[in-house]
T-cell receptor, first 115, second 113 residues
Framework: DSGVTQTPKHLITATGQRVTLRCSPRSGDLSVYWYQQSLDQGLQFLIQYYNGEERAKGNILERFSAQQFPDLHSELNLSSLELGDSALYFC??????????????FGSGTQLSVL | GQNIDQPTEMTATEGAIVQINCTYQTSGFNGLFWYQQHAGEAPTFLSYNVLDGLEEKGRFSSFLSRSKGYSYLLLKELQMKDSASYLCAVRDWSSSNTGKLIFGQGTTLQVKP
């Protein structure tokens, strides 16, 4: 158990809908990272938050947004869902902004299926 | 930008040794990580290199050559449970001054009896 909690584990929805994925980082970790993993792609970096502020952005679609709350949990919002958004979404956390030897701890992921 | 290349698939025999290579190009290199991921599960940390050379940790070792943009993960005494994907990731300390990890596509290793 990494200490990172993601809910829900599975989510099935229809095209055009909006969903929210939730992540609680390990106790004491200030950074939260969101990654998307599709069948034909590796882990794609979406966005990083550190202590409530956005710190880095990857190839995140404009239909996607995220935030980190004062209690450090984070939510990833996906809207106007398309079939291609079906993927495993991982949250990871680390103690600070990503120091040299700082590893990321991953949650068990949310499997999103858009039908 | 960043580019990380790994073989897509590899097959090895139980008890043998396998080497998984990774080449990378990045502007803000600040460390290389290897993660293991079983199908449908979370990636778990295996090893980390920031200086050139070999890091050994039990049956797993990882090597880095920064000048060549090259790393490998060496798995010894393979066990069936080692069948998994192995992800090479580079810490990219670029303009935003945050150390996000950029992952390669992963190498799926199948260990056969």
């Amino acid at each position: 158990d990494s200490g990172v909690t993601q809910t829900p584990k599975h989510l099935i929805t229809a095209t055009g809908q909006r969903v929210t994925l939730r992540c609680s980082p390990r106790s004491g970790d200030l950074s939260v990272y969101w990654y998307q993993q599709s069948l034909d792609q590796g882990l794609q970096f979406l966005i990083q938050y550190y202590n409530g502020e956005e710190r880095a952005k990857g190839n995140i679609l404009e239909r996607f947004s995220a935030q980190q709350f004062p209690d450090l949990h984070s939510e990833l919002n996906l809207s106007s869902l398309e079939l291609g958004d079906s993927a495993l979404y991982f949250c990871a956390s680390s103690p600070s902004q990503g120091a040299t030897n700082e590893k990321l701890f991953f949650g068990s992921g949310t499997q999103l299926s858009v039908l | 930008g960043q580019n990380i290349d790994q073989p897509t698939e590899m097959t090895a025999t139980e008890g043998a040794i396998v080497q998984i290579n990774c080449t990378y190009q990045t502007s803000g290199f600040n460390g290389l990580f290897w993660y293991q991921q079983h199908a449908g599960e979370a990636p778990t940390f295996l090893s980390y290199n920031v200086l050139d050379g070999l890091e050994e940790k039990g049956r797993f070792s990882s090597f880095l050559s920064r000048s060549k943009g090259y790393s490998y993960l060496l798995l010894k005494e393979l066990q069936m449970k080692d069948s998994a994907s192995y992800l090479c990731a580079v810490r990219d300390w670029s303009s935003s001054n945050t150390g996000k990890l950029i992952f390669g596509q992963g190498t799926t290793l199948q260990v056969k009896p």
